[in-house]
């Protein structure tokens, strides 16, 4: 294992100035397109930067057993894009995939995601990754082939159209303590947020990619950390599974807001019944803020009850329940708590959900004491372990045990890069809930800039990708005309653990004729003045 620094000549600085969201302006619609048994109907997320399409045709070819349905586009303008929906007679066909032309872009520059679980309709889409740094297809050509087999499609059990996962819960709910409820959007895969998980979620995935540096969280109100959809701090290829995975998961119901009493009156389950009737429905399209946003809303209660608690639960168009965010408000005297004892966390955090503690490395194995109070209004004394008091964490799986009678709690070192809680029940009373997340650095070869190297001083770019390579201007070179550089290693990603002597291993780079001393001196490099980009590693015996 190892990390790789890129260095590069000022005139490709410019391809690492973004890797955040930009706004896409959607241009033109298209009609829907028959052939036989096949209609095509191409969605507007197709259009944007100023693409255009005068219109789309299908062709077939078909043998004994199978048909072949081509897309052909004409009159393209820089299309970036195709996202499409065809509906087929599912009695008489099988949808068996659809194959992408390298008309809109290669494979390697590309993003596609086909969803063939609705019977009846192809779900598909591709778009450019970077759509601002690429030219789109123009004129007339095939751009997809969706190939059918002659038989019927088997039924399938249609999936929940709203997330009733607590992934699908709304995020950071707060009361104001007077009369104002605000809550943050979640509903793993819609990346758009457009209220519906679908094929056009893959345009901030293209436009996001390769944002972040798989370490810093993203801001969690911004729209980009909805985009991250495994929740590693990296927009990669791995966050179209969320989107396949939660497809037609919809919150357009907008969400029901509630107020009463979380111990008595707080829905059992994620997509259970209510218990109390809904205060009101909040609609989805009066969401607060940008497209740089994670979408929020704001509910003002016209008469509150003192001591009521509040929470809201998204709804899909057809009145299915999701999942309830947590409770707030209420009378915190009313509540038994829960608090961390031992050991204080060495990482960040606060323990909420907004900023979970952040479990490293060194406390990883460490057993974790919590302590439990009834509430103030029962005396306040510690409870833990007492009869009808249970302390659990939520995934369960995110610890090995938890003895009730100490309140110790060893976690689940192999439950990295997921947020979890613990929280405990006192007779039927809930409460609070302390937030963990477990980081782990992989242990093997990296290497790093030397903070001790002055020639790095005053470089933009972090080195870490070839998008974001250091930029050297000519003022960053030595007397001599040269750019020297050094390096360190460790064995851990975030350069915390054991340092490893450069002596012992062979350096490189992805051009060594840029290398012009040859690694005379072991981890030091001495750039040709002349060079465009390279890279340079390590590697041990």
């Not at 969400?255 to 019944?273: M, R």
């Not at 809904?278 to 989805?284: I, Q, R, S, Y």
């Not at 038994?336 to 031992?342: D, G, Q, R, V, Y």
């Not at 490893?500 to 004729?513: E, K, M, R, S, Y």
Request: hydrophobic share 35%; proline share 5%.
């Amino acid at each position: 294992m190892l990390k790789k620094y890129w260095l590069s000549a000022v005139l490709v600085f410019a391809l690492a100035m973004s890797a955040s969201c930009s706004t896409l302006n959607v241009g033109n619609s298209n009609p829907e397109r028959e052939t036989e048994s096949f209609t095509l109907n191409v969605l507007d997320e197709s259009y944007f930067n100023g693409s255009a399409v005068e219109g789309y045709y299908l062709t077939t070819e078909e043998t004994d057993s199978h048909v072949m349905v081509s897309i052909n586009a004409y009159g393209a303008t820089d299309l970036k894009a195709l996202y499409f929906e065809m509906d087929y007679n599912a009695d008489a066909y099988r949808p068996m995939g659809v194959v992408n032309t390298d008309g809109i872009a290669p494979a390697d520059e590309r993003l596609t995601l086909t969803h063939l679980q609705e019977r009846g309709i192809v779900s598909s889409g591709q778009m450019v990754i970077h759509p601002d740094w690429h030219a789109g297809f123009n004129g007339e050509g095939v751009l997809a082939t969706v190939n059918f087999r002659k038989e019927g499609t088997p039924l399938v059990r249609e999936s929940s159209a709203v997330n009733q996962s607590s992934a699908g819960a709304a995020i950071l709910p707060e009361w104001d303590g007077t009369n104002t409820l605000t809550w943050w959007y979640s509903n793993p895969g819609d990346y758009d947020q457009n209220g519906e998980v679908g094929i056009s979620d893959i345009t901030p995935l293209g436009v996001n990619f390769n944002a972040g540096d798989g370490v810093t969280p993203f801001d969690i109100t911004s729209s980009v950390d909805q985009v991250d959809g495994d929740n590693n701090n990296l927009i990669t290829l791995a966050d179209i599974t969320p989107i396949g995975q939660n497809f037609g998961n919809s919150s357009n119901g907008g969400f029901n807001v509630y107020a009463g009493d979380k111990n008595t009156e707080y829905p059992a389950s994620n997509g259970g019944a209510d218990i109390i009737s809904t205060l009101e429905n909040v609609a989805f399209n009066t969401f607060i803020g940008t497209s740089a946003d994670r979408k929020s809303w704001s509910y003002t209660v016209a008469a509150p009850s003192a001591g009521d608690d509040y929470w809201v639960r998204a709804v899909s168009p057809s009145a299915e329940l999701g999942t309830p965010s947590d409770p707030v408000g209420g009378d915190p005297a009313n509540d038994p708590t829960i608090e961390l004892i031992s050991p204080a966390p060495s990482g960040a955090g606060s323990g909420s959900a907004a900023d979970p503690w952040i479990i490293g490395d060194l406390q990883v194995n460490l057993d974790f004491t919590f302590e439990v109070r009834a509430s103030v209004n029962d005396g306040g004394a510690v409870v833990t372990g007492d009869a009808g008091v249970t302390i659990s964490a939520d995934p369960a799986g995110a610890v090995t045990g938890i003895t009730q009678a100490t309140g110790v709690a060893q976690l689940d070192n192999s439950f990295v890069d997921t947020t979890f809680n613990v929280s405990a029940d006192v007779n039927g009373a809930a409460t609070n809930k302390i937030y963990f997340r477990i980081e782990l650095s992989p242990v093997g070869l990296y290497i790093f800039p030397d903070p001790g190297d002055a020639d790095r001083s005053g470089l933009s770019g972090d080195g870490l990708t070839e998008l974001t390579a250091f930029a050297v201007v000519t003022d960053s070179f030595n007397t001599d005309g040269s750019v020297e550089f050094s390096f360190v290693a460790n064995n851990q990603s975030d350069n915390a653990g054991t340092d490893i002597d450069v002596n012992t291993l062979t350096w490189d780079a992805g051009f060594p004729f840029m290398i012009t001393s040859g690694w005379s001196t072991p981890g030091t490099a001495t750039f040709d003045p002349n060079f465009t980009n390279t890279n340079v590693f390590a590697q041990d015996a």
